[in-house]
């Protein structure tokens, strides 16, 4: 697990829009290791889906400001949409939201499937289809989701066979953005798990799975980071950063589950007080001081990413002082 598949250094993008900037990604550096899941959270509008875009194509208003991001090799915020198109499916693939939703309820799975493949430049002769068909069956699909149509199907089988398409050409990397979201708990758990069994098979050799809800990562992910206001706020290896939080606002997160796979005894359950800042042209400082119990005036600095230990980093002044005890009263 140490060779990396991806590596971002100092990522910027933002949306450049009338009124001025949208720093939705700002200054963003992490590493994804070969066979490894991480798990990115963070709430609504933190910049996780615009971190993911940044990946896989070029569209305005977003735009690269500065940073290196290297992908298998790739030095992939040099690439324009044409570049971008060669490498994905194969290079880099996004098991997306509603996919099917989108697709014409008259049409069978198949041509769904053959479509999309199409799209990508693909020949689906019979050797497609019959890796098609044990790919779902790799996903507890029975080939006969091949004759139906999407209305016909579950969300949690939907979104089973977008996956099925999205690794077909085992990708090197895969964005999972908000998979689980509109499924049912067992239905979330079962996707999830799914997509781990794809990575153990190596049929996909990483990914990043984007959510805001943090059990489920607890469940899957080899690692967690969790973004704030489009910043980067820790990132740890998953038990670690479930059990000894440094960022007061992974603490919170933490906080705010009624339980993530470990219980928490006697400890009040508190919701997170206040919203996000507005990204447009936002300045310097820690993003999250507004609403943090321990800020200081130095917080009207931005935050350095430091070292808390191997594999573990946080932004944040004060993560020494306050060390990483989740019972402490906030
Ligand atoms: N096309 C756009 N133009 C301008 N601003 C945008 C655009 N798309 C997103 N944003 C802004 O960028 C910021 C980050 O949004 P993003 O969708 O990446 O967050 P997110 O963490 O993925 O949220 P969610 O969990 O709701 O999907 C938000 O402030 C959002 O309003």
Not at 42 to 49: D, N, T
Not at 55 to 69: D, H, N, Q, T
């Amino acid at each position: 697990m140490s060779e990396n598949i991806l590596e971002v250094k100092n990522l910027r993008a933002y949306y450049n829009i009338l009124k001025g900037q949208v720093k939705a990604v700002d200054d963003i550096t992490f590493n994804l290791k070969k066979g490894e899941i991480l798990g990115l959270a963070g709430e609504s509008g933190c910049g996780k889906s615009t971190l993911a875009s940044s990946f896989i194509s070029r569209k305005k208003p977003l735009e690269y400001v500065s940073g290196e991001v290297d992908l298998v090799g790739h030095e992939i915020m040099k690439m324009d949409e044409a570049e971008f198109k060669k490498l994905r499916l194969k290079t880099i693939s996004i098991i997306p939201q509603y996919a099917l939703d989108a697709f014409s309820p008259t049409k069978k799975i198949r041509t769904f499937i053959k479509d999309l493949a199409h799209q990508h430049g693909i020949k689906t002769d019979r050797a497609f289809m019959e890796k098609v068909e044990e790919r779902l069956d790799l996903v507890n699909l029975d080939k006969s989701v091949l004759n139906r149509y999407s209305i016909e199907l579950s969300g949690g089988m939907k979104q089973r066979v977008v996956m099925v398409i999205s690794t077909i050409l085992d990708p090197d990397f895969i964005i999972a953005d908000e998979i689980t979201s509109a499924l049912d708990v067992s239905s979330q758990r079962f996707v999830a798990t799914m997509l781990a069994n794809l990575r153990d098979l190596e049929i996909i050799k990483s990914a990043i799975f984007i959510t805001h809800d943090l059990s489920i990562l607890y469940q899957i992910a080899d690692r967690i980071m969790i973004m704030y206001a489009g910043n980067f706020a820790e990132i740890a290896p998953t038990d670690e950063i479930v059990a000894r939080p440094r960022h007061p606002y992974t603490r919170a997160l933490i906080n705010s589950l009624p339980k993530v796979g470990i219980q928490y005894h006697d400890k009040r359950l508190s919701g997170i007080e206040g919203t996000p800042p507005h990204l447009l042209n936002i300045g310097d400082g820690c993003r999250f001081r507004d609403r943090c119990p321990y800020a200081i005036e130095k917080c009207e600095e931005t935050p350095i990413r430091e070292k808390v230990a191997d594999n573990h980093y946080v932004s944040c002044w004060r993560w020494q002082e306050l060390g990483s005890d989740l019972n402490v009263e906030e």
